[in-house]
């Protein structure tokens, strides 16, 4: 290690000195940086000398860091076997962290060529934001030219002590095989006159304008304290690597400012259970042992951690014996991350952070590191394998997630969505259940339900009349038989309990979720977690910045009457504006005025793509109608007798299609339409995304099922008077068991299709084959980098081909339109619980494969909820119980049954129901051009047909009119949605009243926590006080002594050594290990 001081007269700017092992001066050396070849001949006229002296030099020409690095000898040691740091050791930064705060060290930072490689000098700058004055101090980082040493898999520095906390890439020109870039070869060998030339304007060199800007901000980091470290010789071609490490104090110094909750040595006793709770309590952990995965427990159930936000002035309360290990890795990432997102860079077209530098290209990625592998035997031990073996695989489905070790590898946010998503799949297994159950009941009853019994009887020979003109002609009703049978298994009695039940359910599981929210925020110290206001988004800041200097301008125009001419530097004034960035942002803000263009634009585009969903359900209704037709005229005696079963697989086949493809056009139109509406923060740009997004796939999936449900078959006509699409085409009717089971159809298909293609193959195919495609890109570039052929890629390397995390707005989207189909027309398909079940056994499993081998690691997020989605899942649960109420009153035949039980049935029974629900039709009434072609297809004359209606006779005084069964049969159904949607709200909300939020035991936990926290801290400063009394009458008692001996002294020592002896005693105490209070 070799730290120099720095000279008070410094050189003047543009040279560099040369110095000894020793750190005696040789020399100075020139170092411009517009022509390479003095650099070339100052360094061979330095080696020249340095060789004379017996001292070995090591070049590297260093420039665009602000002149701060310097060119020294290189102690040449032939036994080294890796790069060294030379800095302070691990122990004494600690201790120098500790004991001299205003000490700081420092890597050294720079980007350099596998030629060039030496020694580099950077001179440290002090922290100012809270008082840390730096010495004046210079750190050697000594990196040998010609070795290719191995480093420990890309997790640390090159010193192999401090580890790699967040990683920086950027794009850059590969240089050729003299290591210049083009710009550069032109200025080698040129004249003196050539350097004295103003230099061009980084406007006009893209590339050298990025590296300025990279430079001002990596400066600016390693002012804030950061240490970082270049790598551009990688096996990914054109592309550096900057690695972050964050050293002790500067975490130290973030948690206090992010007011980041750690555990504190203090700990308590958690209230056991006692008598029948506690033997329950064993049996159900017994029982649950094989369920639970092998993963470190490290929640104590008997004590408990006081956690408190961490503050350096009371140190003494939190465990330091380790520091390495303090702040978990997921926490040191979020410090740097806050660090990266409020670190200005004035050159930068924008001021405010790192996203700022990505959107405008100067990074191209900015993400933490994984731990290491995550397969293999030869790999060590880390959170990433130890999750991908017991939570990633296939094999242990049937076992509950490690939350509390995916909250510490991937942070709240991503926690609270696995663990919502294992409380919705564990709470699916008794809603799937009963539907088993209910579909059983349905399987077990149809032979003897009497109204498909006399659907199915041939004896009766009830002739129904054509379902189209012309083509169609008359049919016999026992043609339908299987179709009658099979809606008996989803309309039945139980289908009703079973609406009941699953909107009981649907409180139940929000009642529940809020209850495990509970548990989690106060097992995971989040009770006093308070979002801060987020920074503002760099697309927000530009337009406030472009709205100022408009206002400025037109000021300007006023003023002066003659017109303002263009600055021909359009650089500089840009720099100036974003240098004034910060500042304007701050005061000015974006009126509703301003957004008025891009409101206009959402609204019309929102409902121009519901019109679009709408346009398409209303073609494939067209499909359907000519279908029909043309499939009544067909030759093939099946296709005549299952024209229904085809057209309405088909149909649902196309609407599945449709569904899939808008999914993933309205989620990118969604994006662009909160994009152009330049949301403040990041927190309310997902919000607004989530609501669009949320709204389009909802109505893209639900609209060809609201229109089966709810619209087929309600506005036909009837024969002689039909409703008419285009003059020619009649409105499809249902068939006469009703539209349930085409519903129950509808319903299956497309939420399999979803959950199989879209859930699950997109899932696993799309990233699959995005990495495949990065990989064949990266290998084809490799081939330009022949020297490194043989370098293995580090951790960082292999992190930046992963896919970025794009957020969890899909997962939960996907889980949401799930939750919809589960519940909202439950009454039509009961075993939808139980294929969401299934789909989400495999879906927890497969986003824990994605997130752990396919995607790089996300920013660790603090939340303390699901947010919006919470909403929005209450809504659904609302909405649900309404839409089941007119599924059971319309769309099922539960309500006519009812009413001609209690009202029509001459003996109490079912038996007649289908005729009564049957009306007659004179066919000598059909409207000139509309009867069959063939009208003895059924092999006797016709006179009359049946259609399902209730209308009166051709005989009655008022033929055709709607007879007093219809109005008594609406009113039923009026009736029941009335009387089940109040009294399934009221059902619900008691549900709600009855369960606590907040369970006893955690809101006494979270009350003692605080009663424990007051009473220490009170104790601290009673004894501080007590100590401080003490030592004051021991003083006083001291210095009357000494009056007495000597009354003519009067050198009096302060009285504050009796407050730092009272502070180092209590301090002592304080440190002597965990506490049980």
């Known amino acids: 290690m070799l730290v120099l001081p720095v000279s008070p007269h410094p050189p003047p700017s543009g040279q560099c000195l040369l110095t000894d092992t020793a750190g005696h001066v040789l020399g100075v050396q020139p170092a411009s940086k517009s022509t390479a070849g003095h650099w070339r001949e100052g360094e061979r006229r330095a080696e020249r000398r ?58 050294v930072h720079c980007s350099i060529t596998v030629e060039a490689k030496g020694v580099d000098i950077i001179n440290i700058k002090g922290i100012d934001d809270i008082g840390y004055t730096q010495q004046e101090s210079m750190v050697l980082n000594t990196v040998p030219a010609d070795q290719d040493l191995k480093k420990p898999s890309g997790l640390y520095l090159q010193d192999g002590k401090r580890h790699v906390d967040y990683v920086l890439v950027y794009q850059y020109k590969k240089a050729n095989r003299k290591g210049l870039s083009s710009r550069q070869q032109s200025t080698v060998g040129g004249s003196q006159q050539d350097q004295t030339e103003p230099p061009l304007q980084p406007s006009e060199f893209p590339d050298d304008d990025r590296k300025m800007r990279r430079e001002e901000f990596e400066l600016n980091l390693i002012e804030a304290g950061l240490e970082l470290e270049s790598d551009e010789e990688t096996k990914a071609y054109g592309l550096g690597f900057v690695k972050i490490h964050a050293p002790w104090h500067v975490l130290c110094r973030e948690a206090e400012f992010l007011k980041i909750k750690m555990p504190t040595k203090k700990v308590y006793e958690v209230k056991e259970k006692t008598g029948i709770l506690l033997k329950l309590s064993s049996i159900v952990h017994k029982m649950t042992s094989p369920l639970r995965p092998k993963v470190d427990d490290q929640s104590d159930d008997v004590f408990k951690h006081l956690s408190y936000p961490f503050s350096r002035e009371k140190k003494h309360l939190f465990d330091l014996s380790d520091k390495d290990n303090f702040f978990s890795s997921t926490t040191r990432s979020t410090i740097v991350y806050e660090i990266l997102k409020r670190t200005t860079c004035t050159r930068a077209k924008y001021s405010m952070g790192i996203t700022s530098l990505i959107a405008s290209g100067v990074y191209t990625a900015a993400y933490p590191l994984h731990d290491g592998h995550y397969v293999g035997d030869s790999t060590e031990q880390n959170d990433r394998k130890l999750l991908y073996k017991e939570w990633a695989s296939y094999g242990i489905f049937y076992k509950f997630q490690p939350l509390d070790l995916i909250r510490k590898y991937f942070g709240e946010k991503i926690a609270f969505y696995f663990a919502w998503l294992g409380v919705y799949t564990q709470l699916l297994i008794p809603a799937s259940t009963v539907g088993v159950i209910v579909f059983l009941y349905g399987c077990a009853t149809v032979d003897y339900n009497i109204p498909s019994m006399e659907m199915c009887n041939e004896r009766t020979n009830i002739t129904m009349c054509p379902l189209c003109d012309k083509t169609c002609s008359y049919w016999k009703l026992s043609s339908i038989c299987a179709t009658a049978r099979a809606s008996h298994l989803f309309d039945n009695p139980a289908t009703v309990f079973y609406s009941i039940f699953m909107a009981l359910w649907a409180a139940m599981f929000m009642e529940h979720w809020k209850r495990c929210q509970m548990r989690l925020i106060s097992k995971w110290d989040l009770s006093g977690f308070e979002e801060d206001e987020d920074h503002p988004r760099p697309e927000y800041e530009a337009k406030v910045l472009s709205k100022v200097l408009k206002k400025e301008l037109e000021k300007k125009e006023e003023k002066s009457s003659e017109p303002v001419e263009e600055q021909p530097n359009k650089w500089k004034n840009r720099v100036w504006s974003a240098m004034a960035g910060v500042k304007l942002t701050e005061k000015e803000k974006l009126t509703w005025r301003d957004r008025t263009p891009a409101y206009v634009t959402n609204i019309v585009s929102v409902l121009f793509m519901i019109g679009l969903t709408f346009a398409i359900v209303f073609g494939v209704i067209l499909y359907r109608i000519s279908i029909a037709a043309a499939m009544a005229v067909s030759p093939d005696p099946y296709a005549r007798n299952n024209v229904r079963v085809i057209v309405t697989a088909t149909a649902v086949i196309i609407n599945l299609v449709v569904i899939l493809i808008l999914d993933e056009v309205y989620g990118s139109i969604a994006r662009w339409l909160t994009v152009i509406e330049i949301p403040k923060t990041d927190k309310s740009f997902e919000e607004k995304l989530i609501f669009k997004a949320f709204l389009l796939k909802f109505v893209n999936a639900y609209t060809p099922i609201f229109y089966v449900a709810f619209f087929k078959g309600r506005f036909t006509g009837r024969p002689g008077k039909y409703i008419y699409i ?98 909202l027309f439950v009454a039509s398909f009961p075993l939808a619980p139980l294929f969401a079940l299934l789909n989400n056994v495999i879906e927890i499993r497969l986003d824990a494969k994605k997130f752990t081998s396919e995607l790089r690691r996300p920013d660790a997020t603090k939340a303390k909820d699901i947010g919006i989605w919470y909403n929005i899942l209450r809504g659904i649960g609302k909405l649900a119980v309404i839409i089941n109420a007119f599924v059971i009153a319309f769309t099922s035949g539960f309500i006519p049954r009812l009413v001609f039980l209690y009202l029509y049935s001459p003996d109490g029974t079912l038996h007649g129901f289908t005729n009564n629900t049957l009306s007659y039709f004179n066919v000598s009434h059909f409207e000139p051009g509309s009867e069959p072609i063939d009208p003895g297809a059924v092999g006797y004359k016709v006179e009359i047909c049946r259609y399902k209606d209730y209308r009166e006779p051709p005989w009655s005084s008022q033929p055709y009119d709607l007879s007093k069964e219809y109005w008594s049969v609406l009113a039923a159904r009026l009736a029941f949605i009335i009387i089940f949607q109040n009294l399934v709200m009221f059902m619900s909300d008691f549900v709600d009243w009855m369960i606590p939020d907040i369970p006893k035991e955690i809101s006494d936990r979270m009350s003692k926590e605080k009663s424990l926290l007051v009473d220490l801290f009170l104790k601290e400063e009673q004894t501080k006080q007590h100590i401080v009394e003490v030592l004051s009458s021991q003083e006083k008692e001291r210095k009357e002594e000494d009056l007495d001996e000597n009354p003519n002294e009067n050198d009096v020592e302060p009285l504050e050594n009796c407050t730092e002896d009272a502070d180092a005693s209590h301090s002592k105490l304080s440190n002597a290990g965990p506490e049980v209070i």
Request: net charge neutral.
């Open 726 to 823: 285009f003059r020619n085409m009649r409105m499809e009717e249902c068939a006469p068991g009703g539209c349930l089971m085409e519903l129950c159809i509808q319903l299956s298909i497309i939420m399999l299709g979803k959950q199989l293609i879209q859930n699950n193959l997109f899932e696993i195919g799309i990233p699959k084959l995005k990495k495949l495609i990065r990989y064949i890109k990266a290998k084809r570039e490799a081939k330009l980098e022949t020297e490194n052929n043989c370098k293995a890629p580090e951790q960082y390397e292999i992190d930046y081909n992963l896919e970025p995390f794009a957020g969890l707005t899909p997962e939960y989207m996907e889980m949401i339109i799930q939750f919809g189909f589960v519940t």
């Open 50 to 107: 340095m060789e004379a002296s017996g001292a070995a030099v090591a070049r590297r020409p260093l420039w665009g860091l602000r002149g701060r690095h310097r060119t020294l000898p290189q102690d040449t040691n032939k036994d080294q076997d890796k790069r060294n740091t030379a800095t302070l050791s691990e122990a004494e930064e600690k201790q120098q962290s500790f004991n001299n705060p205003t000490v700081l060290q420092n890597d």
